[in-house]
C-alpha cells in the first residue's frame, strides 16, 4: 500500500483508508466487523476513520485493534452527544475526546476532526480552542476539520488546523476551485471522502437520499463512458489528483476492500483521461458546490 506524508504533521498515512460508517451498525455482525478491521491492517490500510455518531464503530476498533494499535493510524470525529454536556461547546469537544480515547482503548488519537460544525459555531463557540487543548494535553496528534465548501474555506484560512476532510471525487470536484491548493500551500493534510460518489452508476432510476439523489443527477449529466470500470475510475482519480494525501472508502466487506486496493495499485488515471474528467466537470458543473 502506497504511503504518504500527511501535509507537514508528521504523520505517514496509506493513500487508501477505511470508513467505518457501515462497521458501526447492528446488522454488521462482531465477527464481520472484526475480520475487516484486522484484514485492513493486515493490507496495509491502516487509516482508519470513525465518529462519535457511527453506532458502534469506536467500540468495535477498541476492541479488535487495542492490541495493534502501532500499526494504525486513528482518525475521529467530536463535539457532539456527550450525556450531560451540551452540543457544539468546548466541553462536549474536551469530553468526546476524552470518551473516545476510553472506547477505542488508546491514550492518544492521531487524528480529531470537529464534524462538519458551520463555521460561525465553530469560531463562535470556541471548538478549536477546545481542540488545541486536547492537543497541547497530549491527547491528540493533529488538530482536524471535517466538512465543506464555504465553511472549509474560513477553517483552512484560519491556519488552526493540521488537516482536513472534505468531499471529492469524480461528481464532486468543489474542492479545485480554491480550498484545496490553499489547504496544500499550508502543509495541511488532505483526506478524500466520498470518493465514490455514491457509486451512481449502480442506479438505473434516481436513488433516494439527497446525496445519493444528488451524485445521481450529475454523473448522468456529465455522460461519461470510459473502458475502465467505474469503480476504478472514481478511486484513481480522487486518489491521485494532486493534493489528496488518502480517500477512505466504507466497504461491504473485505473483499470489497481488496478490490479497492487492487484498483489503486494502478496508479493514477493516463493524462489524457483525467483531463477529460476534468473537462467533463468544468462544463457541466463548474458551479456545483460540494456535497455536504
Not at 491492517?41 to 464503530?57: C, P
Not at 463555521?119 to 477546545?130: C, Q, T
Request: include cysteine.
Amino acid at each position: 500500500m502506497e504511503q504518504r506524508a500527511f501535509g507537514t504533521t508528521g504523520l505517514t498515512v496509506p493513500i487508501l483508508g477505511l470508513g467505518t460508517g457501515r462497521l458501526g451498525r447492528l446488522e454488521v455482525s462482531e465477527r464481520e466487523a472484526e475480520r475487516l478491521l484486522h484484514g485492513a491492517v493486515d493490507m496495509g490500510v491502516a487509516l482508519i476513520d470513525t465518529a462519535r455518531s457511527y453506532g458502534l464503530a469506536e467500540e468495535r476498533i477498541g476492541r479488535h485493534l487495542s492490541g495493534r494499535r502501532s500499526r494504525v493510524i486513528l482518525s475521529t470525529k467530536v463535539g457532539y452527544g456527550i450525556p450531560g454536556i451540551p452540543d457544539l461547546t468546548y466541553d462536549a469537544v474536551v469530553a468526546g475526546v476524552k470518551e473516545a480515547l476510553t472506547t477505542m482503548r488508546t491514550d492518544h488519537i492521531d487524528i480529531v476532526h470537529l464534524h462538519s460544525f458551520p463555521a460561525e459555531i465553530v469560531r463562535s463557540h470556541g471548538l478549536l480552542d477546545a481542540l488545541h487543548a486536547t492537543v497541547n494535553m497530549g491527547l491528540v496528534r493533529v488538530a482536524a476539520y471535517s466538512g465543506d465548501n464555504q465553511d472549509l474555506d474560513w477553517i483552512v484560512s484560519e491556519g488552526r488546523v493540521g488537516s482536513v476532510q472534505c468531499s471529492f471525487n469524480i461528481c464532486d470536484q468543489h474542492l479545485l476551485h480554491g480550498a484545496l491548493g490553499h489547504a496544500k500551500h499550508l502543509g495541511l493534510g488532505v483526506i478524500a471522502k466520498r470518493p465514490l460518489a455514491n457509486a451512481p452508476w449502480t442506479h438505473t432510476t434516481r436513488p433516494n437520499g439527497d446525496d445519493a439523489a444528488t451524485y445521481w443527477e450529475r454523473w448522468n449529466k456529465m455522460a461519461l463512458r470510459f473502458d475502465a470500470a467505474p469503480e476504478e475510475l472514481f478511486l484513481r482519480f480522487a486518489a491521485f489528483t494532486w493534493g489528496v494525501d488518502a480517500v477512505i472508502t466504507g466497504v461491504s466487506g473485505l473483499d470489497h476492500l481488496r478490490a479497492n486496493a487492487v484498483a489503486l495499485a494502478k496508479g493514477p488515471l493516463p493524462a489524457d483521461l483525467y483531463e477529460a474528467v476534468r473537462n467533463a466537470f468544468e462544463h457541466h458543473g463548474a458551479g456545483w458546490p460540494s456535497v455536504t
